[in-house]
Nanobody, 115 residues
Framework: QVQLVQSGGGLVQPGGSLRLSCAAS????????LGWYRQAPGKQREMVAL???????TYADSVKGRSNISRDNAKNTVALQMNSLKPEDTAVYYC?????????WGQGTQVTVSS
């Protein structure tokens, strides 16, 4: 079993920045994909950013150019830096990973972008 613990998030003004972090622990042998999803009220959960074991990244069009995902393979952590935040970035953000074919999710962190 793998556990994910998230940190970061909160209330941010439009145009501001935030950093979300996630640490994985437990019976970890090989993490293939780490990433972040988000879910806004009344909407489906959507992918924000992913990074694979080789360091290749994928971003949603809505955050491309103002976000950066990074991972530390030695520490089994992943971080998401988001800049130029917009009200439409308001959502619950979930850390995500794939380990030996199984998906795991963090507990979720509220991010609210508002003045």
């Amino acid at each position: 079993q793998v556990q994910l613990v998230q940190s970061g998030g909160g209330l941010v003004q439009p145009g501001g920045s935030l950093r979300l972090s996630c640490a994985a622990s437990g019976n970890i042998f090989s993490i293939t994909v780490l990433g972040w999803y988000r879910q806004a009220p009344g909407k489906q959960r959507e992918m924000v950013a992913l990074i694979n074991s080789g360091g290749s990244t994928t971003y949603a069009d809505s955050v491309k150019g103002r976000s950066n995902i990074s991972r530390d393979n030695a520490k089994n952590t992943v971080a998401l830096q988001m800049n130029s935040l917009k009200p439409e970035d308001t959502a619950v953000y979930y850390c995500f990973l794939v380990e030996r074919g199984s998906n795991y999710w963090g507990q979720g962190t509220q991010v609210t972008v508002s003045s």
